[in-house]
């Protein structure tokens, strides 16, 4: 699409035009009224479109969006027969966009006429029901982060995940962090640090760390425990996100470019404006397994007792295994651990890291799940899970996986209008949500918006609330591998608590288990002290262990 200050012109301009000629010519022959007509309905719809508050395609595309529109509304046909199913992911299919857009709208979001994923297909998944369903109250599910600390957070079992201000516009923002007001849920801030926009509805607030200490850096962009203190004093930040990797693109860092660094987003990451803003690809505050869990305890205390823990995206399973003997050898424990899957999304990413770096979420969950577990740890930390979440099916497969709570980016940026036009790193969005352009983000109109994302998550969690309901449940936290099918062959199915091994509470404590590769391979070689691979890496290769 065009850029927005051109498409208004041409949409209106060029209608006003026709519509002048046509009136001049009307004053000669009244074959002109044709004309006329045409046009001047052409002017009145482009207003119109101008002025709604509704659709911010619309407003950066007025006229010409009612084509995509009229596309859309008999697209199944065509895409049905001619071009793509409705269920393939690229990334999100349509039905998982649409969802969204009918949870965030209001609107009905049941189907007709049977399922149309293949329930025969290998992978394909089912939650299993009972035949005595309970009834549950609310759909108001939460969990206590930090419990026993000076403040403690009870979070909604579904957030909205780390997106920076830069990466989203200024109202995009705002109407996600009124939404998360409205709905009493978090807003993750990513690591572009509190801006102006973050705190202008109060909504709940993560505020995440990362490298580059965004909002507690000093000049050569090293940690500021002062500036660190007055940002985490306030009352709209609920707990601290020390961020390790993202999914997206582990253990890469980035740079956004001097032209991008505003006035505002200088002013909210502590930088120069229009100077490079670099996040390095590692921390300097610490550099092992016990720096880390040091550092995690350094920014609860100066933050006043706020839960405190990391985010990362799984990688090589001896850093992570460090990190976990770190935790038995000092007993400094984070209150929380938020496990990014590899499938997470990212304005901008190599096409190889986007394809092939990372663990996916399911089995990085998995791991961290079943270390706490096996170390009889794991009802002390709670974890937080991310990757391509948008509906309450994904929630229960995610939490039965063992996490407490779900967050979730790409499917709030759908509930904010996201149209999937995968232009995010251009700043040519066309709806207002990834983009600084000043003209481009005004048509996203925040308080409409703000009440799609709480409509979003709420009808979310009311779906989430059928389904335990459905299941004999009373709790999100009472699901478990056991109540997720998965499709093996076409004549077999298992269940995850069957597909997939699960340790015993305390089993990492009285031996390796041997039935389980990745903890029979590194558990005994990795370190707290350091984050490099195993010393016995060679030996490890030479015996076909790796």
């Not at 595309?61 to 009612?66: E, F, N």
């Not at 470019?257 to 002013?267: F, T």
């Not at 100066?302 to 839960?307: A, H, V």
């Amino acid at each position: 699409m065009a850029m927005p200050q051109t498409s208004r012109l041409l949409g209106l301009v060029v209608c006003l035009v026709l519509l002048a000629a046509s009136c001049a010519g009307l004053w000669w022959s009244t074959q002109w009224l044709w004309g006329v007509g045409v046009f001047g309905a052409l002017v009145l719809v482009g207003l119109y479109d101008l002025l709604q508050r509704q659709h911010a395609v619309s407003r950066n595309y007025p006229v010409l969006a009612h084509i995509r529109y009229f596309l859309e509304s008999i697209g199944p046909e065509i895409r049905q027969y001619f071009i793509q199913p409705d269920t393939e992911e690229a990334p999100f299919s349509r039905l998982q966009r649409a969802l969204v857009y009918q949870r965030a709208k209001g609107v009905r979001d049941t189907r007709p006429f049977g399922t149309q994923i293949d329930v025969y297909a290998n992978d394909h998944e089912w939650m299993n029901h009972s035949i005595a369903p309970t009834r549950i109250d609310s759909h108001d599910f939460r969990i206590v982060v930090g419990e026993g600390r000076a403040q403690p957070y009870s979070a909604s079992v579904f957030n909205i995940s780390a997106m920076s201000f830069g990466a989203l516009s200024g109202n995009a923002i705002r109407a996600l962090n009124a939404g998360a007001k409205a709905g009493g849920f978090y807003h993750d801030t990513g690591e572009g640090s509190i801006s102006v926009h973050h705190r202008a509805n109060g909504g709940d607030l993560t505020w995440e760390l990362g490298s580059g200490y965004f909002g507690c850096r000093n000049d050569d962009g090293s940690f500021s425990e002062e500036k660190f203190v007055a940002n985490a004093a306030d009352p709209q930040v609920k707990m601290i996100e020390i961020k390790l990797s993202q999914g997206a693109k582990p253990g890469h860092g980035g740079v956004l470019p001097a032209a991008k660094v505003s006035a505002e987003i200088a002013a909210a990451r502590g930088v120069p404006q229009g100077v490079d803003c670099i996040s390095p690809a590692r921390h300097s505050a610490f550099s092992t397994p016990i720096g880390l869990l040091e550092f995690v305890d350094k920014l609860r205390t100066l933050s006043g007792g706020k839960p405190t823990g990391f985010k990362l995206a799984i990688g090589h399973p001896w850093e992570w295994f460090g990190i976990a003997k770190a935790m038995q050898q000092t007993g400094i424990l984070p209150d929380f651990i938020v496990v990014d899957g590899g499938e997470g999304g990212t304005g901008a990413a190599p096409a190889e890291f986007v394809d092939h770096l990372g663990v996916p979420l399911r089995e990085g969950l998995r791991l961290v799940h079943n270390t706490l577990v096996g170390l009889n740890l794991r009802d002390q930390i709670r974890i937080g899970a991310a990757g391509k979440i948008t509906s309450a099916y994904e929630l229960a497969r995610t939490l039965a996986l063992g996490a407490d709570w779900c967050n979730a980016a790409r499917g709030f940026m759908f509930a904010l209008g996201c149209i999937q036009s995968l232009s995010c790193h251009t700043d040519r969005c066309p709806t207002g949500v990834a983009t600084q352009d000043p003209l481009r983000q005004k048509a996203l109109v925040v308080d409409t918006k703000a009440h799609r994302v709480a409509r979003f998550h709420e009808h979310t969690l009311k779906a989430l609330k059928e389904m335990l309901e459905a299941a004999g449940l009373s709790h999100p936290q009472e699901l478990g591998p056991e109540h997720i099918i998965m499709r093996v062959s076409p004549s077999q199915a298992q269940s995850f608590a069957s597909l997939y091994k699960f340790l015993k509470p305390g089993e990492l404590l009285t031996g390796v288990p041997q039935d389980y590769p990745v903890f029979r391979t590194f558990w005994e070689a990795a370190s707290p002290q350091a984050f490099a691979p195993p010393a016995n890496m060679l030996a490890l290769r030479a015996s076909k262990m790796v």
